[in-house]
């Protein structure tokens, strides 16, 4: 099970480190951005904050040179106090600044994070919700979007690194600078001390996205594999088949491959941390060594090394820190990057297809020589199709497995646009016309329908109720005959049908089709298309189900899609499809005596 499509190559495989560590002013300017969007206020108190902590760092080391004096000079203790005390009152003033701007600033990232992560997760779900359907089909797709997760996931984090980042860099230019002032040899030797740290944090965070990108493929597999085994609605088939061991085998063998890699990159990030502390202690010990030599020759004031101490303790701190989060800052750049890429190819990918409406009653759909190949293949899945639906009529299309039935049914409700010939409802193209007016037209029962963990009452009206009342709720389950299994619920059309959730139900897979049913009559849709509707039922709902298609089929065009032929028989007009094409058309008693595909067929259903 590999990966090797165009999304298989790490981006960053070929960036020097001089452009990744150019990522962090845009990946800083990005994040306040998005933070900015969420909560003005709060990103203005953060500022305010890393603002007041860089001056009190300032105030309390300059405070702290002005103490040391009387402090380490002579006279007695209770003058040498005396004469301290203002600068030391500074300091404790400067300090207890510091405390509290740290405090509010974490209570203004509080205020941004869990929406900014909110947002951005809603975002990614709008994103995959609105592309075109196609879009699933292509390269890649699933795995950029499991990589896009990633980068929600990294905004949790972001503000606070992003915040203690700004805090700790404003610090250590603030120490730095009264360092500077003391001595100026003092601040070269510091940032050398900490320069190899930084360089040592860039490259292993470069390592671990090398390995996060490398795993994007197998995580996907790995996780859908666990979706597949844990869900109860699977649990039957996994156990009476004796699939356990084999789940559990790939489950096992894809988690392998995944720590693998990890473990193959331990020994590069060992020795990135071994060499960046080596050179990073050596010229920590050469500053030291330097403030020693200055002191004891000299050079310097008692009072002035013993703020140097403070001010290089002070720096060393600040650029730590400026390192730890500046690492993690570029870190999360890589998975922004990611997430920001899916949005803008999901964006390219949303329909634009015109602003012109589709209208209800739609007398006519109209398909001409209408062509479709899904992405990767080479044959047409619907090729060169023409065909007339007109208002009131039923038309059955039959085929077998493969021939672009339901195919078909995409192209007619703009779901899937054609990449030859258009298709025009009441004249007007559906490629340029705005599709959700289409679809406000369409009510669809799909060969795999949703079983929404919701009310019994929304998975018929689908959130989208068109009374106060339940009265048309009943209607939609009467016609499906399922008013006796709503009854019997716990509580009705309010019980929750999940039953993996405390106080849920379960309904039978035909109880479901006929729901899923009721979901397309409720709507009362223009065009109404049913994809093997019955499949799962007894005969007793199979034909209630047909008789109620054909009742309501006067002022709307229906669709039926279906293996069951005898079913054709309610149909007005019937095509047969094979390899994407019209074979044959005409109704139920011309295919029946025709020398065709459809009698063929007919034959072998009444064999069985």
């Known amino acids: 099970m590999t990966y090797s499509g165009h999304y298989s190559v790490n981006p960053l495989g070929q960036v020097g480190f001089g452009a990744l560590c150019s990522r962090l002013p845009s990946v800083l300017r990005r994040i306040t951005a998005m933070a900015w969007r969420t909560d003005r206020g709060a990103v203005l108190l953060l500022l305010t904050c890393q603002l007041v902590t860089g001056v009190s760092a300032a105030v309390l080391l300059a405070a702290t040179a002005r103490a040391m004096g009387p402090l380490l000079g002579g006279g007695t203790v209770a003058d ?27 209570y203004a990232e509080r205020r941004i994070t869990p929406r900014l992560t909110t947002a951005t997760d809603s975002a990614l ?47 250590m230019i603030t120490a730095g600078g009264v360092l500077s002032v003391l001595n100026p040899l003092m601040l070269p030797l510091l940032l050398l001390a900490v320069a190899p740290a930084g360089a040592g944090a860039v490259l292993t965070a470069r390592v671990d996205y090398e390995i996060h990108y490398a795993n994007v493929a197998d995580r996907n597999v790995r996780g859908m594999t666990r979706w597949w085994a844990t869900t109860p609605k699977y649990g039957d ?151 007339t639906l007109r208002r009131g009529e039923i038309l059955a299309v039959v085929g077998v497995n493969g021939s672009g039935k339901s195919t078909l049914t995409r192209l007619i409700t703009g779901i899937y646009l054609a990449d030859k010939g258009r ?52 209607e939609a389950v009467d016609a499906v005959g399922m008013r006796e299994a709503i009854d019997d619920l716990p509580a009705g059309l309010d019980t929750l049908l999940a039953r993996e959730i405390f106080g849920g139900a379960e309904l039978s897979g035909g109880q479901w089709q006929r729901l899923a049913c009721s979901r397309a ?76 595909t459809f009698a063929d067929l007919l034959r072998l259903s009444q064999d069985r």
């Open 237 to 387: 088939e996994v156990r009476a088949n004796g699939m356990t061991d084999y789940i559990l085998y790939w489950y096992r063998a894809l988690s392998e491959r995944v720590d693998q890699r990890s473990l193959a990159a331990a020994p590069r990030t060992l020795r990135i941390a071994l060499l960046s502390s080596l050179a990073g202690g050596a010229f920590l010990a050469a500053t030291w060594g330097m403030l020693a030599w200055l002191a004891v020759t000299g050079r310097i004031e008692p009072a002035i090394a013993a703020t140097a101490v403070v001010a290089v303790q002070t720096t060393l701190a600040a650029l730590s820190q400026v390192v730890v989060n500046g690492a993690a800052v570029f870190h999360t750049s890589l998975y922004l990057s990611d997430m920001q890429a899916f949005f803008d190819d999901a964006a390219r990918r949303a329909p634009k297809r015109g602003p012109e409406a589709v209208r209800a009653p739609v007398e006519e759909i109209r398909l001409e020589e209408a062509t479709y190949t899904y992405p990767g293949k080479d044959r047409p899945a619907v090729d060169g199709v023409s065909l």
């Open 521 to 596: 009559l409720y709507r009362r849709p223009p065009l109404l298309i049913l994809d093997e509707p019955t499949s799962q039922m007894d005969p007793r709902g199979e034909h209630g189900i047909f008789e109620k298609i054909k009742a309501i089929s006067g002022d709307r065009i229906t669709i039926v899609v279906t293996h069951r032929l005898e079913n054709t028989r309610i149909a007005d007009h019937i095509v047969v499809m094979e390899r994407g094409r019209i074979t044959e058309r005409g109704t139920y008693d011309d295919l029946t005596h025709a020398d065709g």
């Open 423 to 474: 298709i025009t409802w009441n004249g007007t193209d559906i490629a340029h016309a705005d599709p959700a007016t289409v679809w406000n037209c369409t009510g669809l029962v799909p060969q795999i329908f949703a079983q929404w963990p919701l009310r019994a009452r929304e998975n018929v009206t689908l959130g989208q109720p068109r009374s106060t009342d339940d009265r048309e709720v009943w």
């Open 80 to 106: 040498r106090l005396h004469e301290a005390l203002p600068a030391l009152a500074v300091v404790a003033v400067a300090s207890a600044l510091t405390r509290a701007s740290v405090a509010v600033a974490e």
């Open 125 to 171: 779900v709008e994103s995959v919700c609105r592309v075109e359907a196609a879009a699933y089909a292509t390269d890649g797709f699933s795995d950029r979007q499991e990589a896009a997760e990633m980068g929600v996931t990294r905004t949790h984090v972001m503000v606070m690194d992003a915040q203690r980042f700004m805090a700790a860099l404003i610090k």
